[in-house]
């Protein structure tokens, strides 16, 4: 899918917006700000740089200040935060859902956090503790406690009249009623477009769903993702272990999740962060990349001392150092493929030690076929150019060996890394190359060495 | 995140299935099989090997067949549909919705979709063309039909009767009605808690909700993606270009977007397709990989044509043969990085031609500072390996000049590539690396050759 910018209602904002910065009319970048949705907002911020950025910001209207930063990633929350004094802080996210306030606690600075827990009544004070008593990333952390309850034994009628009087109405995205027991458990969801097409004499028993089964609060914030999208949910009770209703997700923020975690794929790969800010500091920037290079440059070293273990090979066939990048970088490319392969299957959950089996065979079946091919590719046009058969052999041969160490090493590798608790999307790719550019090298320079000298 | 597989309910049904496959208790594994919801089945299938995939999908009882198609992959879902014989394959899509129908209809061989259009009754065959009108990546190719509507002048009591003998009651995830004027036009929505909570005396117009503007027929998926996103949607009504109303758009189909666009992104980088099988046929992925293999064997060969201009350079110092995958490799984890950030960027809509400038301006100096730290690191440990100083200040100095090549390709390419309609995510990486590759190995024996000679 690609992008078509003229129609990209973001594309258009941003200029609108950056221009009327550049020309110094505050009210009207103000004015047009503050008329979007505090999603909006964030996402307006974070494709501005730095200074742009803070001058945005403090346009935004103080009531919506808290709403945003919940919306922002990390990286740049925290920059916004550190503008901001404490009694605006205070009265940002003082104003928040406890659910909402709970997501970005961690992020605020010490001296806030008291200042913030200080300002909230009692009832207040107790969620937000049950809120940040479970992991960010389980379905307890994911959870809301806005629920609305009802018992079986109600009539539709009496439903009803027990909504009207709410005094706030409904909350946002309310698709059902939880149904509880007296005891406060779980038993099963009213649905409003039962309650609305049911005659309204009938019991919330009688026209209630008892198949929507209840998340336990420990799920993983993944396998509720998973549940939310084969079973086209758009919210989902939350229970304790006792089946004790504790709140509820709405899908808004499963959609996060499934967002945050193919962020967190796709930029691991890099070893970047899934909350990079694109204009994050120059430093910082610099200082974490540098770990990651600081780790690839081990790994380009190992090879680089594997290959120095040949030196007298190559200085008597200095074509061998001509050809074996190839033979390292085949390897890489299709190590790649089927570790990419592998990560997908284990992050949607269709890939465990129970099939892996399966999936090596098959890889290796794949890299069986395609080790031949470019074996005899690589060899002819390695003959061609250095009118060597010798070389061609050795060239091809090691073509061979790199691509079925590629596929066994991009097979087994997720699998191993999960096992051992390392997350294969960030250190797989690293590992996986450092692989094949050592049996790749080691392969072709060993083979040059026996057979060519 | 990290996935434990202990807890993990997909991976105890595999291994039940599995096991019950093995055993041959074919009766035991339709019951369990045909319990589950039809994305359900999908996906257990999706993790079966071909084999066992078969044995299972025909344990699928015959009215679930059409839904579980719609939810498989493309390659898993024309594997199976080679199975099925045209009676049964008609019988399985004659019964879906119009709206799934359209999505799997491509897919499915030509002589089938004569005889399932001849099985429709007219209204569903006009509503099969219409959804088959708009491109499958638009906001009209996402849209149901199913709408609910009403008008601003009813009241809610008047709403609520003919709610109650609507005879298939509400369709699945049916958080508003869609409040239309006499010509069909879009007006505003009703949302089902405020339909409940409003006094039912008062009208549509004053209970219903005018702030959601409805999604033009045109958007492309990613861009009602956004709009989902950032509204907190449940569901979105889509218009034409006259405001007609002509169907509304569900979350379960926009999350099925987010997460193909982030499988898209992510494999696209290892030149995989999103629809890819894990348990593809190993000849058919044996080809589809050679494909890749091929185009990155002609940059690595271009690399190695780079090298072999430099052999009398390297014949008389062989040192270089050695440290020259440090340098090409350095440059390509640096341009892999930006790279990365500037096709996340792209992908949210946070990156334009407009704030290009910046991130090109940032990249840069973070390249800088990182690329004077990594010169002195690399130099130093070329001067201890080879006690060369003039080997050291050469590779140091390639090492700067490519991390800095890396970092302008890394940040420039996905926008000039989008520019020319080509997928950054497709083909960013293997033009970055086959930059790096060619920019590290050109300065590097290039300074040598001009320096150490």
Chains 1, 2 share one sequence.
Request: net charge negative.
């Amino acid at each position: 899918m690609s992008v078509s910018v003229p129609s990209n209602p973001d594309g258009t904002r941003f200029d609108d917006l950056h221009q009327i910065l550049q020309q110094g009319g505050m009210r009207r970048a103000a004015r047009m700000l503050n008329a979007l949705q505090p999603a909006e907002i964030a996402h307006l911020l974070e494709s501005l740089p730095p200074k742009e950025r803070e001058l945005a910001w403090n346009l935004v209207e103080a009531e919506y200040d808290g709403e945003v930063l919940t919306y922002l990633h990390d990286d740049v929350r925290e920059h916004l935060i550190q503008l901001m004094d404490t009694g605006e802080l205070v009265a940002a996210v003082g104003s928040l859902d406890t659910d909402d306030l709970a997501d970005i606690f961690q992020d605020l600075p010490v001296a806030i956090t008291q200042e913030v827990v200080n300002s909230l009544d009692q009832q207040r004070r107790d969620r937000l503790e049950k809120a940040l008593s479970f992991p960010e990333d389980s379905a307890g952390g994911l959870m809301n406690t806005d629920t609305v309850t009802v018992r079986p034994e109600m009539t539709l009628d009496v439903v009803m009249r027990y909504l009207r009087r709410l005094k706030d109405g409904l909350p946002d995205i309310t698709d059902n009623l939880i149904v509880v027991n007296r005891k406060g458990n779980y038993l099963g969801v009213l649905y409003l477009t039962d309650l609305v097409t049911h005659d309204p004499e009938d019991s919330v028993a009688e026209a209630m769903t008892l198949d929507i089964q209840a998340i336990p609060a420990t799920w993983s914030a993944r396998e509720v993702a998973t549940r939310f999208e084969q079973h086209d949910l758009v919210t989902a009770p939350v229970i304790d272990e006792d089946g004790g209703l504790l709140g509820r997700i709405t899908v808004d923020d499963v959609m996060d999740v499934i967002r945050e975690e193919a962020e967190h794929q796709f930029m691991g790969q890099a070893g970047l962060s899934e909350t990079e800010d694109m204009f994050a500091p120059v430093l910082l920037s610099a200082r974490r990349r540098a770990l990651w290079l600081g780790v690839n440059l081990l790994t380009a070293f190992l090879a680089a001392w594997v290959i120095g273990r040949f030196e007298a090979t190559i200085q008597q066939v200095v074509a061998l150092a001509v050809l074996m990048p190839v033979v390292a970088s085949m390897g890489g490319i299709a190590g790649t493929q089927t570790l990419t392969l592998a990560i997908r299957g284990i992050a949607v959950g269709q890939l465990s030690i129970k099939n892996a089996r399966w999936l090596l065979w098959k890889e290796m079946a794949v890299a069986g076929i395609n080790s031949v091919i470019w074996a005899l590719v690589v060899a002819l046009i390695a003959r061609l150019w250095f009118h060597d058969t010798n070389i061609a052999l050795v060239i091809g041969a090691a073509i061979s060996i790199n691509l079925l160490a590629a596929a066994f090493s991009g097979a087994m590798l997720p699998l191993l890394l999960e096992r051992f608790g390392i997350d294969p999307a960030l250190a797989g790719g690293v590992i996986l190359t450092t692989v094949t550019d050592v049996v790749g090298f080691l392969s072709f320079l060993g083979l040059a060495t026996i057979f060519l000298l």
